[in-house]
């Protein structure tokens, strides 16, 4: 069965540099997502994207944030400046409407040091 | 705002046994979708089952079942002749169908299955 792919599992990046989360939805799927979940807390929507743009962010995807569909199989998250507080499981997501169920990657576990 | 609580942060089942994990949500909407993800500590977020609110019949899938009381806003998760293989953190989760895309989760409950 097809997978939402992201790399790489395990992210360590000093604070205050830039980080870039990468993601491969599945191939037929058109609404791409990104989640992230600090530890011990709940899964939190980021950022909807949709033929090129985005559709929908939270109001924790500020400036520092942007995603990018660089060719058309990639889906990127960047995270500029980061701080100690990013430090989360990003999963990036995806589904073929935006009807049908969200199909998760493994994660990206982000710490920052 | 719409929000989503699990109230059991921990259970634990036997092997062959049967468990119910809770879910309350709240929300002004009548229209809408409920979905239980299961997370196993190989990380990557399944999704178990699915319930459009329009439908009053509950959704089941194998040995997972839903009791979707729309009334109460309540969705629960039984999970019948429980398995090892079980064993995950549970997601439930909300969302509109319509203007918005993003699910809200709940905090999720922690199964533990004993054999």
């Known amino acids: 069965e097809p997978e939402v792919t992201q790399t790489p599992s395990h992210q360590v990046t000093q604070m205050g540099q830039e980080v870039i989360l990468r993601c491969v939805p599945i191939s037929n799927h058109l609404y791409f997502y990104w989640y992230r979940q600090i530890l011990g807390q709940k899964v939190e929507f980021l950022v909807s994207?949709?033929?090129?743009?985005?559709?929908?962010k939270s109001e924790i995807f500020d400036d520092q944030f942007s995603v990018e569909r660089p060719d058309g199989s990639n889906f990127t998250l960047k995270i500029r400046s980061t701080k100690l507080e990013d430090s989360a499981m990003y999963f990036c997501a995806s589904s073929p409407d935006r009807y049908q169920p969200q199909h998760f990657g493994d994660g990206t576990r982000l710490s920052i040091l | 705002a719409q929000t989503v609580t699990q109230s059991q942060p921990e259970m634990s089942v036997q092997e062959a046994e049967t468990v119910t994990l809770s879910c309350t949500y709240d929300?002004?909407?009548?229209?809408?979708?409920l979905f239980w993800y299961k997370q196993p500590p190989s990380r990557q977020m399944i999704l178990v089952i699915r319930?459009?609110?329009?439908?009053?019949q509950n959704a089941t899938e194998n040995r997972f079942s839903v009791n979707f009381q729309k009334a109460a806003k309540s969705f629960s998760l039984k999970i019948s002749d429980s398995q090892l293989g079980d064993a995950a953190m549970y997601f439930c989760?909300?969302?509109?169908?319509?203007?918005?895309?993003?699910?809200?989760f709940g905090t999720g409950t922690r199964l533990q299955v004993f054999p």
């Open positions: 989760a909300y969302r509109q169908p319509y203007n918005t895309d993003k699910l809200i």
């Open positions: 929300t002004s909407e009548s229209d809408y979708y």
């Open positions: 994207f949709y033929n090129n743009e985005i559709s929908e």
């Open positions: 319930q459009e609110a329009y439908k009053q």
